[in-house]
């Protein structure tokens, strides 16, 4: 792997006496679509969240496209512009347009005039296929449509890596495509991804790696092919013969 | 009893005088809402730090404020500061006192307000680059505002209310101005017309207020 | 430095004026405690006297109980306590500083507490008054085992709160003469040309109400609905 775009190692993070990370690497190298699966409480969102540092490591290194992000001399909140992040509860300000939400880091953070702000955002908007819905508050939106604005909302602000955690987990089944969709065009484009995500078939034929957590820490990784079919190790099995009965 | 209560000579001859009290309550209530509402989110923003050590003193100075009546606050600017070589009159001390009363009060309901914007709303912003303070000002306080609005009115129309008490320190508001009238035409008149003015200007709001929390009630 | 700090508390915590005016200010807390009590009492037995009315749903007596109600919400208690001490003499009632304080505030807590009652009330599912009274309970059982149980729960914050802040307008009284805390403490001051007595005032009141606001937060957190 030449320079990875996502340097993270030796993470460790603890909540009080619960020891959450116990020395996790990951390299993403760029335009490359991790996905990361694993039981729950083992550590999945933790790690996404310690990535952009909305939660502070205890201890080990995290580089994202060369800025090291636990520098205290590092700006942080202009490091985060080029880590976008999904949430699973969408997490959209209810009290903005769609517009309003894709556009107000734009012009507070990168602080662009009102025009480029809102041409930029309209632009993101139907890269998710809601030019139409651009004055539309959350409430007036379904799940889908909602969670497809939270991505626009990531990608105005052309990020280098994007973070899901769980995209589709809130969405009912029917709504699940057209998230998948999106995602599937993000990755077309080029873009560098890690997902967190119990969509398997997204997994089979669109990520490059799979990485197993369990407990804290990775218990293995690969293509998804090798995980799927012949996991290496007795906890994976074990894991993807639950997710499969589903 | 309309000749004691109502007498229209005594209404003619006070209605000016009345009148200025009630220009003046409107400005006293236009300078110490915002005062209040100033100190009440200089409490919020300081609370919403969630730092241990300010934890304590933050409440410890709220309840204190609750515990404390106002009118003995006011007189201890006004009447107990002289000892120590500070006269500040009785309109800046209104003002200093509101603000630490009444500050109180919409901190509470401000803290309140804050702590019902759930945490995924700062970190959606955060992740986008937004630092803690835009995170605050254009993410999480909108939508606390909005949520507890009912109670920032109810608490606005109680702080309209306790204006009157500029009166005690020689403040011309409204009650102030009755009173002098009442002394100078020997009849209760003037203080009624200053009831009537205060009901009809707040009336309103009484109404509008029932309406609301009625339906916050009934939402839960 | 040390000299400021000597005249500062010679002035504001006289020794000998404080020992003087004690007895005064203890007096006053008496008379400011009776007054609250009478207060809370009265004040919140009347609004839930009128929310009980008001849910028998007979038309011109609910208008009447509103108005009364929109009255005292709308005029600062000053303005009553004023209005009834110096108003009411011009028709041969003269009623105490002492009375006209108490009556004044507990209309205002009456006013408040109906409202917050009421509010309790119709909170309660029309659903709990159908089930109750399909079991043969009458309107007065109902409302007395089923929906005041319920209401009650979710009227103790905003209730208590109200109470604490008209309670605290026990120091109005002073305007019209009771010698309450603050009447007290201000009279001494003026005798004695000396803050001391209003510090001891303050601490007293501090004293009175500062266990019972934080007793009222302790409640509602215990109170608090869980939403
Ligand atoms: N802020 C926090 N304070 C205390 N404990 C936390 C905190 N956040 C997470 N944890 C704990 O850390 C552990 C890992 O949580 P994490 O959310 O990373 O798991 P996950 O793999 O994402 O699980 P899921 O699949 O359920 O989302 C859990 O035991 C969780 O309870
Ligand atoms: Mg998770």
Same mark, same amino acid.
Request: glycine share 8%.
């Given at each position: 792997?030449?320079?990875?775009?996502?340097?993270?190692?030796?993470?460790?993070?603890?909540?009080?006496?619960?020891?959450?990370?116990?020395?996790?690497?990951?390299?993403?190298?760029?335009?490359?679509?991790?996905?990361?699966?694993?039981?729950?409480?083992?550590?999945?969102?933790?790690?996404?969240?310690?990535?952009?540092?909305?939660?502070?490591?205890?201890?080990?290194?995290?580089?994202?496209?060369?800025?090291?992000?636990?520098?205290?001399?590092?700006?942080?909140?202009?490091?985060?512009?080029?880590?976008?992040?999904?949430?699973?509860?969408?997490?959209?300000?209810?009290?903005?347009?769609?517009?309003?939400?894709?556009?107000?880091?734009?012009?507070?953070?990168?602080?662009?005039?009102?025009?480029?702000?809102?041409?930029?955002?309209?632009?993101?908007?139907?890269?998710?296929?809601?030019?139409?819905?651009?004055?539309?508050?959350?409430?007036?939106?379904?799940?889908?449509?909602?969670?497809?604005?939270?991505?626009?909302?990531?990608?105005?602000?052309?990020?280098?890596?994007?973070?899901?955690?769980?995209?589709?987990?809130?969405?009912?089944?029917?709504?699940?495509?057209?998230?998948?969709?999106?995602?599937?065009?993000?990755?077309?484009?080029?873009?560098?991804?890690?997902?967190?995500?119990?969509?398997?078939?997204?997994?089979?034929?669109?990520?490059?790696?799979?990485?197993?957590?369990?407990?804290?820490?990775?218990?293995?990784?690969?293509?998804?092919?090798?995980?799927?079919?012949?996991?290496?190790?007795?906890?994976?099995?074990?894991?993807?013969?639950?997710?499969?009965?589903? | 009893?309309?000749?004691?209560?109502?007498?229209?000579?005594?209404?003619?001859?006070?209605?000016?005088?009345?009148?200025?009290?009630?220009?003046?309550?409107?400005?006293?209530?236009?300078?110490?809402?915002?005062?209040?509402?100033?100190?009440?989110?200089?409490?919020?923003?300081?609370?919403?730090?969630?730092?241990?050590?300010?934890?304590?003193?933050?409440?410890?100075?709220?309840?204190?404020?609750?515990?404390?009546?106002?009118?003995?606050?006011?007189?201890?600017?006004?009447?107990?500061?002289?000892?120590?070589?500070?006269?500040?009159?009785?309109?800046?001390?209104?003002?200093?006192?509101?603000?630490?009363?009444?500050?109180?009060?919409?901190?509470?309901?401000?803290?309140?307000?804050?702590?019902?914007?759930?945490?995924?709303?700062?970190?959606?912003?955060?992740?986008?680059?937004?630092?803690?303070?835009?995170?605050?000002?254009?993410?999480?306080?909108?939508?606390?505002?909005?949520?507890?609005?009912?109670?920032?009115?109810?608490?606005?129309?109680?702080?309209?209310?306790?204006?009157?008490?500029?009166?005690?320190?020689?403040?011309?508001?409204?009650?102030?101005?009755?009173?002098?009238?009442?002394?100078?035409?020997?009849?209760?008149?003037?203080?009624?017309?200053?009831?009537?003015?205060?009901?009809?200007?707040?009336?309103?709001?009484?109404?509008?207020?029932?309406?609301?929390?009625?339906?916050?009630?009934?939402?839960? | 430095?040390?000299?400021?700090?000597?005249?500062?508390?010679?002035?504001?915590?006289?020794?000998?004026?404080?020992?003087?005016?004690?007895?005064?200010?203890?007096?006053?807390?008496?008379?400011?405690?009776?007054?609250?009590?009478?207060?809370?009492?009265?004040?919140?037995?009347?609004?839930?006297?009128?929310?009980?009315?008001?849910?028998?749903?007979?038309?011109?007596?609910?208008?009447?109980?509103?108005?009364?109600?929109?009255?005292?919400?709308?005029?600062?208690?000053? %303005? $009553?306590? =004023?209005?009834?001490?110096? *108003?009411?003499? /011009?028709?041969?009632? &003269?009623? +105490?500083?002492?009375? #006209?304080?108490?009556?004044?505030?507990?209309?205002?807590?009456?006013?408040?507490?109906?409202?917050?009652?009421?509010?309790?009330?119709?909170?309660?599912?029309?659903?709990?008054?159908?089930?109750?009274?399909?079991?043969?309970?009458?309107?007065?059982?109902?409302?007395?085992?089923?929906?005041?149980?319920?209401?009650?729960?979710?009227?103790?914050?905003?209730?208590?709160?109200?109470?604490?802040?008209?309670?605290?307008?026990?120091?109005?009284?002073? %305007? $019209?003469? =009771?010698?309450?805390?603050? *009447?007290?403490? /201000?009279?001494?001051? &003026?005798? +004695?040309?000396?803050? #001391?007595?209003?510090?001891?005032?303050?601490?007293?009141?501090?004293?009175?109400?500062?266990?019972?606001?934080?007793?009222?937060?302790?409640?509602?957190?215990?109170?608090?609905?869980?939403?």
């Amino acid at each position: 792997m030449n320079r990875p775009i996502v340097d993270a190692r030796g993470l460790h993070k603890h909540f009080g006496a619960l020891h959450v990370l116990k020395g996790v690497d990951l390299r993403v190298a760029e335009r490359e679509l991790v996905f990361v699966i694993g039981p729950s409480g083992s550590g999945k969102s933790t790690l996404l969240r310690c990535l952009n540092r909305l939660e502070e490591p205890s201890s080990g290194s995290v580089v994202v496209d060369g800025i090291d992000m636990l520098d205290p001399r590092t700006d942080i909140n202009h490091a985060r512009q080029r880590i976008g992040m999904v949430f699973q509860s969408f997490n959209l300000y209810p009290h903005m347009t769609a517009l309003g939400n894709v556009t107000l880091a734009l012009r507070k953070v990168a602080g662009k005039s009102r025009a480029s702000a809102d041409a930029l955002g309209k632009a993101a908007l139907e890269r998710v296929g809601l030019a139409d819905r651009a004055g539309h508050t959350p409430g007036q939106l379904s799940g889908g449509q909602q969670q497809r604005v939270a991505i626009a909302r990531s990608i105005a602000l052309e990020p280098r890596v994007m973070l899901f955690d769980e995209p589709t987990s809130a969405l009912d089944p029917e709504l699940v495509g057209s998230v998948l969709e999106v995602m599937r065009s993000l990755r077309e484009s080029g873009m560098t991804m890690i997902v967190v995500s119990h969509e398997m078939g997204f997994a089979r034929n669109a990520a490059d790696r799979v990485v197993f957590m369990d407990e804290g820490s990775i218990v293995e990784q690969g293509p998804p092919a090798a995980i799927f079919e012949h996991p290496a190790h007795e906890r994976t099995r074990s894991f993807i013969g639950q997710i499969q009965q589903h | 009893m309309i000749q004691t209560f109502f007498n229209p000579e005594i209404i003619a001859a006070s209605w000016p005088i009345v009148m200025a009290g009630l220009r003046n309550t409107v400005l006293l209530s236009l300078l110490v809402v915002p005062l209040g509402l100033i100190g009440g989110l200089i409490l919020a923003l300081l609370a919403s730090v969630k730092n241990p050590a300010l934890r304590w003193p933050l409440m410890a100075w709220v309840d204190f404020f609750r515990a404390f009546p106002p009118l003995v606050l006011l007189i201890l600017l006004f009447a107990g500061l002289p000892f120590a070589g500070l006269e500040l009159g009785g309109f800046v001390c209104v003002a200093v006192a509101f603000f630490l009363n009444t500050g109180a009060y919409y901190g509470e309901i401000l803290r309140a307000g804050i702590d019902s914007v759930p945490a995924g709303q700062v970190e959606a912003a955060r992740s986008t680059g937004l630092s803690r303070l835009q995170a605050m000002a254009y993410v999480v306080l909108p939508q606390a505002v909005r949520n507890v609005l009912p109670d920032l009115l109810s608490n606005t129309l109680e702080v309209v209310k306790l204006t009157s008490l500029g009166s005690v320190v020689a403040v011309p508001e409204l009650l102030y101005q009755a009173r002098q009238a009442q002394s100078i035409t020997y009849n209760p008149t003037p203080i009624v017309v200053a009831a009537i003015v205060y009901f009809l200007m707040l009336w309103p709001v009484v109404r509008l207020l029932s309406r609301l929390e009625n339906r916050a009630f009934a939402g839960r | 430095m040390r000299g400021n700090l000597d005249r500062f508390v010679d002035t504001f915590f006289n020794a000998t004026v404080m020992l003087k005016y004690l007895p005064d200010i203890l007096s006053g807390v008496v008379v400011t405690i009776e007054l609250a009590l009478f207060i809370v009492v009265t004040g919140i037995a009347a609004g839930l006297a009128l929310a009980l009315l008001r849910s028998l749903g007979i038309r011109p007596l609910n208008w009447l109980i509103i108005g009364i109600v929109d009255l005292f919400r709308s005029l600062p208690p000053l %303005v $009553v306590i =004023v209005l009834i001490y110096f *108003g009411l003499p /011009s028709v041969d009632l &003269s009623p +105490s500083g002492f009375v #006209s304080t108490w009556l004044s505030l507990a209309l205002v807590l009456m006013a408040f507490s109906e409202e917050i009652f009421w509010a309790g009330i119709t909170s309660v599912a029309k659903g709990q008054w159908e089930a109750a009274r399909s079991t043969g309970l009458s309107f007065g059982q109902t409302l007395m085992n089923v929906v005041l149980p319920q209401a009650f729960r979710l009227t103790i914050p905003p209730l208590t709160n109200r109470t604490i802040a008209i309670t605290k307008g026990t120091a109005l009284g002073t %305007v $019209v003469a =009771v010698t309450e805390i603050l *009447g007290q403490a /201000s009279s001494a001051m &003026s005798n +004695s040309y000396n803050p #001391s007595p209003l510090m001891m005032g303050a601490a007293a009141y501090v004293v009175l109400f500062f266990p019972v606001v934080v007793a009222a937060r302790w409640v509602e957190t215990k109170f608090a609905w869980k939403r």
